[in-house]
């Protein structure tokens, strides 16, 4: 009997899609020793088959599936190879590979790229198999494999998604084998015309990422080397005045100014815009009305919010400096459309407030916004034109952590919740989210928080408890003269857990999880699972788990670096429950000048402390940076496809 058609329930299920290959296009290994070919070979330099085996592909076919697909998870790739003809299921095969990749499942990607053997792979699954397996080489930091592979792929005529691919995962590994000045030439050497816009900003991202995880020291060192090329200096300059001058806008103004007039048309100017600061200079100094509780139970978060706001006023230039005026409407909601419009009354152009979910929603019932305004609270109310909403509810977190998840074609989802407000909304957010976004919810479970042992609950949730009971009914129908051994396996239509509960609760959780054999799963939590100060001893049982944060709290190089001066200003909150409002102050400056005059069909992206705006169409989106417990700290999480 075929290995594919013997009890799917006893096997992993890329077991029985490669073997499927077997009567085709790929085989297995013989034995165990057996090691797998570098990359697929041709019918010509393998073996001779016959005409009833070769592949002749009748139409054309999509060969990038991961990439046309960007909703469809590994899972569901190799259960479509199953029913596919030859070729279509070696495409299949590497997109299902692709998508393990981006969710860092690496021994799954690791399963289908070297136990499967191409044996009349077309010219371009031969690439991208090789292209895979550099990639798989670099996420396991076996850097001279990746290079090898590399090297290989280079010298192939390569389609457009492939290109960029190249020559994404070689930036990674010069960068990683701290190779600055060849990753240096090679985006300067890259032929960027008739390239997709996506493509190319993603490269000189990736760029300007890794020059930023450099420290200023680093950066020196590297502009010491002999016969440096100006463009590369260019680039170390560009990252070094930003590191130096983010907070101090006009300083910063001036930098970019004189970086632009020594570099013109330099390709890192697309980057160097995303930093410029809007001028709020006009013939007549502007006003801006700051709308907080500052008197209120939130009193603290609010000064942090307001000594933000004030430090990148201050840092400004006299002649574009706004005059400001702080409103202080306490903790009485009701009266907040009074305040808004004295305001207004009192010649404010643009007011940035109120701070507040329920104060935002009030000022949206109540009044009428005649003037830009930036709203710090919840967007789930009515929109107008006047108003441009910062979305700081967990609602917000909960959706921006799904689409991540989506983005990454993880699609079964398993989603554990405590029963408090906040994290039950989110819960309710996520699940309803997931399923928008094509998605499936193979279970909802309420955690009980004053428990600490979740075995029972662990067991049941993962399909372990059900397999237990199958073992001991087959054990007492064969006796004790044959005793069963019974490899523990969870559930298989899981690609990740999403975890909505407290720090004290996720802490207890996720070393059991781990136990139960679902360590390797992907759990996305909110940012509440970290303090915003380093914990390492306490957050090692945190291992594994995602969340997105402000740049600000999680990032500690380029313009994150802790200088005297950047301590000194956000002393009194830094490593405090409120460092993100002091962060995010510091961003309502910035984008309060933004909105001023943008047009209404304009894009403009405001790389800031809080995040990375995107404003367009009249609204703001945010980008956050996202982050993965290694060892007890969060770090950048970085899959080496990242899309």
Not at 83 to 108: G, I, P, V, W, Y
Not at 111 to 135: E, G, K, V
Not at 176 to 181: G, H, K, L, Y
Not at 309 to 316: E, I, K, V, Y
Request: hydrophobic share 45%; net charge negative.
């Amino acid at each position: 009997m075929p290995l594919y058609c013997v009890g799917r329930s006893a096997l992993p299920l890329w077991a029985a899609a490669i073997a499927m290959l077997m009567s085709g296009c790929a085989a297995l290994p013989q034995s165990k020793d057996a090691q797998p070919e570098d990359e697929p070979k041709s019918v010509s330099s393998t073996q001779v088959q016959t005409h009833s085996q070769a592949i002749i592909p009748s139409t054309p076919v999509m060969q990038d599936l991961a990439r046309a697909e960007p909703a469809t998870s590994a899972w569901t790739f190799l259960e479509r190879a199953l029913d596919a003809e030859a070729t279509q299921a070696q495409l299949l095969f590497l997109a299902a590979a692709q998508r393990f990749l981006q969710a860092m499942r690496l021994d799954e990607a690791e399963i289908i790229l070297n136990r499967t053997r191409f044996l009349d792979a077309n010219p371009w699954a031969a690439r991208q198999h090789t292209l895979m397996r550099a990639a798989l080489a670099l996420a396991k930091k076996d850097l001279p494999k990746a290079h090898r592979f590399l090297a290989r792929a280079e010298n192939s005529e390569l389609d457009d998604g492939q290109w960029f691919l190249l020559n994404d995962l070689k930036l990674q590994l010069l960068f990683a084998d701290e190779n600055f000045i060849e990753a240096l030439n090679l985006i300067n050497a890259l032929s960027l015309d008739n390239r997709s816009q996506p493509d190319v900003d993603a490269l000189l991202a990736r760029v300007f990422d890794a020059l930023s995880m450099l420290t200023s020291q680093e950066r020196n060192l590297v502009k010491q080397y002999p016969d440096i090329a100006e463009e590369s200096l260019a680039w170390l300059e560009l990252v070094q005045m930003i590191s130096v001058s983010a907070w101090a806008r006009e300083k910063l103004r001036l930098d970019l100014d004189n970086w632009s007039a020594k570099y013109p048309g330099h390709r890192a100017t697309v980057l160097r815009n995303q930093f410029q600061p809007a001028a709020c200079a006009s013939a007549n100094p502007i006003s801006i009305a700051l709308l907080l509780p500052m008197t209120s139970p939130f009193g603290k978060a609010a000064s942090a919010f307001h000594d933000g706001f004030m430090r990148l006023h201050n840092g400004d230039h006299p002649s574009s400096r706004p005059l400001v005026s702080l409103y202080d409407f306490g903790d009485d909601t009701n009266t907040i459309g009074n305040v808004y419009q004295a305001a207004v009354a009192a010649g404010a152009d643009i007011v940035v407030g109120p701070l507040g979910r329920d104060a935002v929603a009030s000022l949206i019932s109540q009044s009428t916004l005649t003037v830009p305004t930036l709203l710090l609270g919840s967007s789930d109310t009515e929109h107008s034109p006047k108003a441009f909403f910062v979305d700081l509810s967990r609602r917000s977190e909960a959706l921006s952590l799904v689409t991540h998840a989506r983005a990454r074609g993880l699609k079964n989802a398993l989603v554990l919740y405590t029963l408090t407000k906040a994290n039950k909304a989110a819960a309710d957010t996520a699940v309803q989210a997931w399923r928008d976004q094509g998605g499936q919810i193979t279970d909802t479970v309420i955690v009980d928080s004053t428990r600490s042992d979740f075995s029972e609950m662990i067991s049941r949730m993962l399909g372990l408890s059900q397999i237990k009971a199958q073992t001991n009914a087959l054990q007492d129908t064969l006796g004790d003269t044959l005793p069963l051994t019974v490899v523990p396996r969870i559930r298989r239509d899981l690609d990740v857990i999403l975890l909505f509960t407290d720090r004290k609760t996720a802490r207890l959780l996720k070393p059991q999880i781990d136990f139960h054999h679902a360590g390797k799963l992907p759990i996305y939590s909110p940012n509440s699972v970290f303090t915003g100060t380093p914990d390492p001893i306490n957050d090692l049982d945190l291992e594994g788990v995602l969340f997105s944060d402000m740049p600000w709290v999680v990032r500690r190089t380029g313009r994150f670096e802790r200088s005297d001066k950047m301590l000194a200003d956000a002393g009194p909150y830094q490593g405090s429950g409120v460092d993100r409002l002091y962060a995010l102050g510091m961003d309502a400056y910035h984008l309060a000048c933004e909105i001023r005059d943008l047009p209404h069909d304009s894009t403009r992206q405001v790389s800031g402390a809080s995040g990375t705006y995107f404003l367009q169409g009249g609204g703001i989106e945010k980008q956050p940076d996202w982050v993965i417990f290694r060892q007890g700290i969060p770090e950048p999480f970085t899959p080496v496809i990242s899309r």
